[in-house]
């Protein structure tokens, strides 16, 4: 991608700049690398052998391709083709050095996703599918052997992970109806069972327990468990063969993730904290606790060579991702215009309804009050930090702050925090967005007069509910792939998804009618006072668009000023030149009705 940077405003340079993310590599070639970088223009997979130095890009597909794989031998390179984005497909592979693209198992008709994990020598793959009619299906494909379905349940399950001598599957599944909380089962890959981990409560506020690799050793029957027993999510070593469980107590106060090192000796452990996170190894023989040294900000991955140094991925809100190493090296240095670095992010804790709340504060140098955008981030299980967010970073160049909420049912906090959100859904944020917002204008830091509500995703549906449940508190709303009609989005949102809200309501839109209806933007569609703009993809699978034609329809009858944009993509764009069309019209919206 060529553009004169010259004449180009600081904020485009953000999002056209190329980026790379963290390399990921082959566990049994470890030279062999596939990253992901929008270097053309639109964000797309590329192959690194790091012995020679040659890079290729490997897709080239309208829409972008933002997530793939290596085999466990580096022969191929694996991603999930859908149509236009909206996530319904097949699994596609290229031999590493290049070649045609094939249907990976064309025996197996296009669903939706539902987790693969391939055999170390390519001869055992376990493929995930979702669909409306079949539920949650698991196939084995061994080599020169049709597909063998072992796992059928209406209710939601994944595959997890593949042992690294390929006859152990882990499969997170929701049989007992919460896909909040899922249950681990351990089958042959004849689907025999062999072990069950269950922390689940059989529905309501149970413990929920994650899949985060087996031991990369041959013969080694240990699986990496995320738990929550402690309430944060924290590792747990299981051998499923003799029962035997490491739980080790680590002693951090926020959410903890882990993965192996090579030679299952120690835990890679991410702590993430308070909007931040850090780096530590965990030794499994002495059970004792080191820190990497990373500097402060936000590590979004992380992995450990065989010699043992860590490559990750780190930004800050002031400053651009870098992919780093604990060896002191430059492991990728994307060529070309660099990004402009941001504003640093300052803390506010403010008390709420159900407990402190975070925020993330970024101010322009001016004195305030100031225009302020509420930027509310999707999930929700999901939190902001202090990352690296081209986004946000336009907004404060032209002049506004920017306020971002880890509300209740953000994750970061513990698990009380993240499992609040039952059954008053969108409300329970909007409380703790109300409470951020109180202490912005009391403070100093925000014109009452010009707060905008915006967001993508759930923190799209937060700013569609806001602006109706909310209606004098906000002078603008901007939303992108919202849900602005629960009960329609129900019926036309992925398996999956409707798992999730089963979960979220404590039923289907038949049993709970009452709460889909309290919870849905549509309800308080005529209550808008402000303007409001409408960001969506056609081909969104997460919040369909027959749901949001409902809405506009309602606003148009209603006689609410808004806009409405509608795009040739999925759930948001990997295309750049599209991301920043919409980020421009977004703020030129708020400087027409706001100055």
Not at 133 to 142: E, F, K, R, Y
Not at 282 to 310: C, E, F, H, N, W
Not at 415 to 421: G, I, K, M
């Amino acid at each position: 991608m060529t553009t004169d940077s010259t004449a180009m405003p600081e904020w485009e340079k953000r999002f056209r700049c190329p980026r790379y993310t963290l390399p990921d590599w082959a566990q049994n070639a470890p030279g062999r690398s596939l990253f992901v970088s929008n270097a053309t223009g639109t964000y797309e997979l590329y192959a690194w052998d790091r012995d020679t130095g040659e890079q290729r890009q490997v897709t080239d597909r309208p829409t972008g391709t933002m997530d793939g794989f290596m085999s466990p031998d580096g022969q191929w390179i694996w991603w999930f083709e859908d149509t236009g984005g909206d996530e319904f497909g097949v699994w596609v592979r290229q031999p590493f050095e290049g070649g045609p693209n094939t249907v990976a198992v064309p025996e197996l008709t296009p669903a939706y996703p539902a987790g693969i994990a391939l055999g170390g020598d390519g001869s055992v793959v376990v493929i995930g599918c979702s669909t409306q009619s079949d539920g949650s299906t698991i196939h084995v494909v061994q080599a020169g052997q049709s597909p063998v379905e072992i796992y059928r349940h209406q209710e939601q399950a994944r595959v997890g992970g593949l042992s690294h001598d390929a006859n152990l599957i882990a499969i997170e599944h929701s049989e007992h109806a919460d896909a909040m909380h899922p249950a681990l089962r351990i089958v042959r890959l004849d689907g025999t069972p062999v072990a069950d981990l269950d922390d689940s409560a059989g529905g309501t506020q149970g413990l929920g327990l994650d899949v985060w690799g087996f031991a990369p050793v041959p013969g080694d029957t240990r699986l990496l468990v995320g738990h929550q027993r402690r309430g944060r999510w924290e590792p747990l070593v299981w051998d499923v063969a003799s029962a035997a469980q490491l739980d080790p107590d680590l002693c951090l106060p926020g959410d903890v993730g882990a993965e192996w090192y090579p030679d299952g000796s120690a835990l890679l452990v991410e702590h993430h904290f308070e909007a931040r996170s850090e780096l530590f190894r965990y030794d499994l023989k002495s059970l004792s606790l080191s820190r990497i040294d990373t500097p402060p900000g936000t590590v979004s991955g992380a992995g450990v060579r065989p010699d043992g140094t860590v490559e990750y991925l780190w930004s800050s809100a002031a400053t651009p991702p870098e992919v780093r190493s604990t060896s002191g090296k430059v492991v990728l240095d994307a060529p070309g215009m660099k990004a402009p670095g941001s504003v640093s992010v300052e803390s506010a804790w403010v008390e709420g309804p159900g407990g402190r709340v975070h925020a993330l504060v970024q101010r322009p140098a001016d004195a305030g009050p100031f225009p302020t955008v509420f930027h509310i981030h999707g999930g929700p299980m999901l939190h902001d930090r202090d990352e690296f967010a081209p986004g946000p970073a336009a907004w404060l160049d032209h002049g506004y702050a920017v306020v971002r909420v880890n509300y209740r049912g953000s994750t970061g906090y513990g698990r009380d925090w993240t499992d609040a959100l039952r059954h008053r859904i969108g409300l329970i944020e909007l409380e703790d967005i109300a409470a951020i917002r109180q202490w912005a204008v009391t403070s100093g830091l925000a014109d009452p007069s010009r707060l905008i509500l915006t967001g993508g995703s759930w923190g799209g549906y937060l700013t569609l509910l806001g602006i109706g449940a909310q209606p004098d508190d906000w002078a603008l709303g901007i939303a992108a792939a919202p849900i602005a009609d629960y009960v329609t989005a129900y019926q036309d949102e992925t398996e999956d998804l409707k798992a999730i809200d089963r979960a979220l309501f404590g039923g289907t839109p038949q049993e709970v009618p009452e709460r889909f209806a309290a919870s849905s933007p549509l309800t308080y569609a005529d209550h808008i006072k402000v303007p409001i703009r409408i960001t969506a993809g056609v081909n969104d699978p997460r919040c369909p668009i027959r749901q949001t034609e409902n809405y506009v329809d309602r606003l148009r009858r209603s006689g609410v000023t808004h806009e409405v944009y509608w795009f040739d993509a999925g759930h948001g764009s990997l295309v750049i030149e599209e991301r920043i069309k919409q980020v421009r019209l977004d703020i030129e919206f708020a400087q027409r009705h706001l100055g």
